[in-house]
């Protein structure tokens, strides 16, 4: 098959142009009301039913708060706490908050844009630190390959290489053993999660942190996602394995407010063991003729707005109102979980640490029948795209993640408070779009596809080429942009080699953002 556009109708269209800035300004209830109009073709970010990207406390007052303190401070420039002292003073409020829960006597830390700087930084801290003090010239990065995607992209960017060491297939956690091995002379950090975005499920940080130790390595806890939900689950009367800078070998981690801390988007800390350590985060220029410039994170000029609504939220909410927080996630977990392993076909991935679960959804009845147990069966992968898209079309968004190394394809459901009351309703549904799904012609690639995908080059392949590959996927041609049914185009993508994945994705974002 030719991969460049055959006829007219299979080429990406050019976007439409933007529009100029208008000769006279338009009236403000008219703008607000066009943004209005563009924010409701959106997924739903308050109410229980998007199971991913949003973390919904179901408290309408604590978007309200976060708002006007965002308001009162929009304006102030984070660049110069000299200039502006309420930033140093907010920002030693909400990371000394962070410390009190996850840190250790002597850590320090950094507010951040979010978990993807605050990881930046710990892999900058970690390399140059690495450099400095053990001569390390060829840094190397040791992650379990179910780590989040910012590790890889710190390494792109900051020159490190990556050691990614498979986890176990049946607990999705990172196998201690293995990741001690992985570890060099050149290992400039290693990575854990607690818990790992993927499946939810958190790795053996005392076991890994503590080879790392042994070694004189430096070893970061991705908290991200679990760093301010974990600790009010134990303070609920949960068992949650420890992860913070108090187990010993743990030397950084980072943590998002903007997700269980209920913030707006843009609030993480990282943390790290002392102020030696986090002196390599950061960056100081004095060679030129303007301001001596010194920056603790990546980005220079910031609104002192996400500081201010990240320490009005977390000040709001307090230790008694997280920990209700946190049980509310519990008690929905515990709705859901049996939900889903009473649910024919349907089987969950591994033992999820609290709010995040992972299921995958396997082969015909025939199948499961003949094997040896209720939850045995080979996870089907248009199965799994069709119920995702049954879902959407009653209401939930599940986010929908493709299989990796031998790890099977499944949903993904992030808990939040808001679906606590909405366990019930998802698994009614869910049930129909199982049911619905298996009734559906199954999805098939053209395997002459996936033949000569295997052997290209996606760095040669010319624009034209990317866009008939595009178009062939179901990521352009005319008219809209995503088909309403993403089944095909996800289970093509699951096929192809990771380089040309992502190639083809980088273009077709790109597509998206063009003037």
Request: aromatic share 6%; charged share 20%; glycine share 10%.
């Amino acid at each position: 098959m030719p991969l460049a556009p055959r006829k007219r109708d299979t080429v990406v269209p050019e976007p439409p142009r933007a529009s100029a800035l208008p000769a006279s300004g338009r009236p403000a209830d008219e703008l607000l009301a066009r943004l209005r109009d563009l924010r409701a073709a959106d997924a739903p970010t308050r109410g229980g039913r998007t199971f991913a990207y949003v973390y919904d406390p179901g408290l309408p007052e604590v978007d309200e708060l976060a708002a006007a303190a965002y308001g009162a401070f929009a304006t102030v420039n984070g660049l110069d706490p000299t200039v502006f002292p309420s930033v140093a003073r907010l920002e030693n409020d909400v990371v000394g908050a962070v410390n009190a829960v996850l840190g250790a006597p002597g850590a320090q830390g950094t507010f951040t844009s979010g978990g993807t700087e605050s990881i930046l930084l710990a892999v900058k801290a970690a390399r140059d630190h690495a450099r400095a003090v053990r001569g390390v010239t060829r840094p190397q990065l040791v992650l379990p390959s179910t780590a989040h995607a910012a590790f890889h992209k710190a390494a792109h960017y900051l020159g490190l290489e990556t050691v990614v060491v498979p986890v176990d297939p049946v607990t999705f956690r990172a196998v201690a053993s293995e990741v001690a091995g992985a570890i060099t002379d050149r290992t400039a950090l290693v990575v854990v999660s607690a818990p790992s975005y993927a499946h939810g499920v958190q790795d053996p940080v005392e076991q890994v942190a503590s080879a790392a130790d042994e070694r004189g390595v430096l070893c970061h806890v991705d908290a991200c996602i679990g760093g301010w939900f974990l600790p009010f689950l134990a303070r609920a009367g949960r068992p949650v394995e420890p992860f913070g800078l108090s187990v010993r070998g743990v030397t950084s981690l980072s943590v998002d407010l903007h997700k269980y801390g209920y913030a707006d988007k843009g609030a993480s800390v990282v943390l790290y063991r002392d102020a030696e350590l986090r002196r390599h985060q950061y960056f100081a220029h004095a060679g030129w003729p303007g301001y001596p410039v010194v920056n603790p994170t990546v980005q220079g000029t910031k609104s002192g707005g996400l500081l201010a609504q990240a320490w009005a939220v977390l000040h709001h909410l307090g230790e008694d109102g997280y920990t209700a927080l946190a049980e509310r996630v519990a008690r929905a977990a515990d709705a859901l979980l049996p939900g889903l392993r009473a649910t024919d076909g349907v089987r969950v991935l591994g033992e999820p640490a609290g709010s995040l679960v992972a299921f995958t959804v396997t082969g015909p009845a025939a199948d499961r029948a003949a094997a040896p147990d209720a939850d045995a069966g080979s996870p089907d992968l248009g199965l799994v795209l069709h119920v995702a898209d049954e879902m959407r079309e009653r209401g939930w968004y599940l986010q929908p993640q493709l299989s990796y190394d031998g790890l099977p394809p499944n949903l993904h459901l992030t808990l939040t408070p808001a679906t606590a009351d909405r366990v019930g309703e998802l698994l009614v549904d869910l049930a129909e779009s199982v049911a619905a799904a298996r009734a559906l012609e199954p999805v098939v690639v053209d395997p002459g596809l996936v033949e000569l995908a295997a052997g290209l080059d996606p760095d040669a392949l010319t624009p034209e080429e990317v866009a008939g590959f595009l178009a062939f996927a179901g990521l352009g041609g005319e008219g809209s942009g995503l088909p309403t049914r993403m089944a095909p185009v996800l289970a093509l993508l699951d096929a192809l080699p990771p380089r040309l994945k992502e190639r083809l994705l980088a273009e077709f974002v790109g597509s998206l953002f063009r003037v």
